[in-house]
Each structure stands twice: as structure tokens, then as C-alpha cells.
């Protein structure tokens, strides 16, 4: 990663956040890429790729992540939709042969883990790939796999991610750790 640069998110008084240029953000891109087409790529690094790949290209939000379904992604056409809910506006951008390569590979994994899924069908883009189980107001709750994601989902599989690749790269010269905030990289690829 690039040169450190610190800029204030307003969080709480004193956080800073070091800024992600978009060098860094597609040296991010490739990593997740190379990951997500090897053969024993795991199903989230899959839908991560897919996921960071349709922000890369579009500047797709985590609600609209969430909110995306099998309609809007259209590998035939080489297109991908994305309805903007802060502008209420409607993105359709053609895909690069990278881009389309994770998509189609999410869109078999998919199938799949809807085949676990107690309940049916439905048509949203992203679900998730493993149960999921935390402490809720009534006890414990558990998410199944095949459910659609929801936006807490995109951060975790961003951190669970990100938190794999810093400490399977730390002390690497020349290796800077990777962003724990989605936002981040989203923002490199807004910035002009």
C-alpha cells in the first residue's frame, strides 16, 4: 500500500482514518481477484471479489450491495445495474472480462448454497455462505446459509477478509495492513 495519509472521519474526537489511493484500491481488486478465481477459492472470498468488483466499477454502496438481485446482474449482456437509493438514480455499467469472470463463478456458487436453503428461493444477489450465530435480545439467533446478506454481512466478510490477509502478510517488507473500513475502498475509487 501507498504513503500514509491521515484524514478525520468524525467518529469520536481524535479518529483518524488513513486514506486509500486507488492504486492501493486496485492492488486491493487484484489480491481478492487472484484469490477468488483459484480452484479452492472458499465461497466468500468469491462473493467478496464479486461484491468489491461491482463497487470498483460502479461506486455501489453497501445498501445497494444488499439491495442488488439476479436481475440486475446480467452476464450475457456484460452489464451490471445498480439502483442508487441516496440519489435514486439507476447505474448500468458494461463489465470487464475480470468483473464478469468472479460473477459468473458467484452466480454458480450461489445456486448452490440456495440448494441449502430451507425455504426456497429468492432473488437477491448476495447470501449468505455460512451460519451465522450471535446473542439477540431473545437469546441466541442463528442465520442460515442461502439468507440474502445483509449489510452488517458485506462488513464482516470485508473484515474477515481483510484480518486474514494482514496477518498472513505481516512483516512482509513492504506490506502496509489493509483497511478494516469498506468505506475506505469504495472512496479511493470515487476520489477523481
Keep these: 500500500m501507498g504513503p500514509e495519509r491521515s484524514i478525520p472521519v468524525g467518529r469520536s474526537v481524535g479518529e483518524q482514518v488513513r486514506a486509500v489511493s486507488r492504486d492501493d484500491a486496485e492492488g486491493v481488486w487484484q489480491a481478492l481477484w487472484r484469490q477468488a478465481v483459484a480452484e479452492d477459492a472458499p465461497d466468500d472470498v468469491v462473493r467478496l471479489a464479486t461484491m468489491v ?9 453497501r445498501a445497494e ?3 442488488m438481485t439476479l436481475g440486475d446482474v446480467r452476464p450475457r449482456k456484460g452489464e451490471v ?7 435514486r438514480q439507476i447505474t448500468t455499467k458494461p463489465m470487464d472480462e475480470d468483473l464478469l469472470r468472479v460473477v459468473r463463478e458467484w452466480g454458480k456458487r450461489r445456486r448452490r448454497l440456495l440448494r441449502e436453503l430451507a425455504g426456497g428461493e429468492h432473488e437477491a444477489l448476495f447470501v449468505t455462505c455460512h451460519h451465522t450465530m450471535w446473542r439477540g435480545v431473545s437469546g441466541m439467533v442463528t442465520k442460515q446459509v442461502g439468507l440474502p446478506l445483509s449489510e452488517q454481512g458485506v462488513l464482516l466478510g470485508w473484515r474477515r477478509w481483510v484480518q486474514r490477509m494482514n ?3 505481516a512483516g512482509r517488507p513492504g506490506w502496509e495492513p489493509l483497511p478494516r473500513r469498506f468505506e475506505q475502498i469504495r472512496q479511493a475509487w470515487r476520489r477523481p
Design 53 to 61: 468488483g461491482i463497487v470498483r466499477l460502479t461506486g455501489a454502496r
Design 65 to 67: 450491495l444488499t439491495r
Design 81 to 87: 445495474t445498480v439502483r442508487r437509493t441516496k440519489f
Design 167 to 169: 496477518v498472513e502478510n
